[in-house]
């Protein structure tokens, strides 16, 4: 049940190669996260480069520096994940960034929120995750 935001410089919204992503990330999380393929939900929103401010040198090896193509994702799921499954996830977004973007590891910043399967509602104003799981449990 992830929902993946992912904030982009507005320089970079090429249709075609963010769905390239967005599929590369969904293709990431079934593998690394054993996500169903219909539990898609991606949002990509572009900011101006003025808006987004960071340290180009944090975390980094010596001698890498983060550009202007920094890339934020944010992606908030239920809990349960082992630190091994969370570090493929963020090895593979990464290198998808790469291969379609041409964006370097470095510029690619990854967030991980898990939330409880309550705090889920997929519409409707039913909290989806809990009532299968009620029903899996009667």
Same mark, same amino acid.
């Given at each position: 049940?992830?929902?993946?935001?992912?904030?982009?410089?507005?320089?970079?919204?090429?249709?075609?190669?963010?769905?390239?992503?967005?599929?590369? $990330?969904?293709?990431?999380?079934m593998? @690394?996260?054993? /996500? =169903?393929?219909? +539990?898609? !939900?991606?949002?990509?929103l572009?900011? &101006?480069?003025?808006?987004?401010?960071?340290?180009?040198?944090?975390?980094?090896?010596?001698?890498?520096?983060?550009s202007?193509?920094?890339?934020?994702?944010?992606i908030?799921?239920?809990?349960?994940?082992?630190?091994?499954q969370?570090?493929?996830?963020?090895?593979? $977004?990464?290198?998808?960034?790469?291969? @379609?973007?041409? /964006? =370097?590891?470095? +510029?690619? !910043?990854?967030t991980?929120?898990e939330? &409880?399967?309550?705090?889920?509602?997929?519409?409707?104003?039913?909290?989806?995750?809990?009532?299968?799981?009620?029903?899996?449990?009667?």
């Amino acid at each position: 049940m992830p929902f993946v935001t992912v904030y982009y410089p507005e320089n970079q919204s090429n249709k075609e190669k963010l769905k390239k992503v967005s599929n590369g $990330i969904h293709l990431a999380l079934m593998e @690394h996260f054993q /996500i =169903p393929k219909d +539990d898609y !939900f991606h949002m990509f929103l572009p900011y &101006p480069s003025h808006q987004f401010f960071y340290d180009p040198y944090y975390l980094l090896e010596e001698e890498k520096k983060r550009s202007e193509k920094m890339i934020y994702v944010s992606i908030t799921c239920g809990p349960g994940r082992t630190i091994n499954q969370k570090r493929n996830l963020y090895q593979s $977004i990464s290198k998808i960034f790469y291969n @379609h973007l041409n /964006i =370097p590891t470095t +510029d690619i !910043f990854i967030t991980l929120n898990e939330t &409880p399967a309550e705090n889920w509602s997929f519409g409707q104003g039913i909290a989806h995750m809990v009532t299968i799981k009620e029903e899996k449990e009667s």
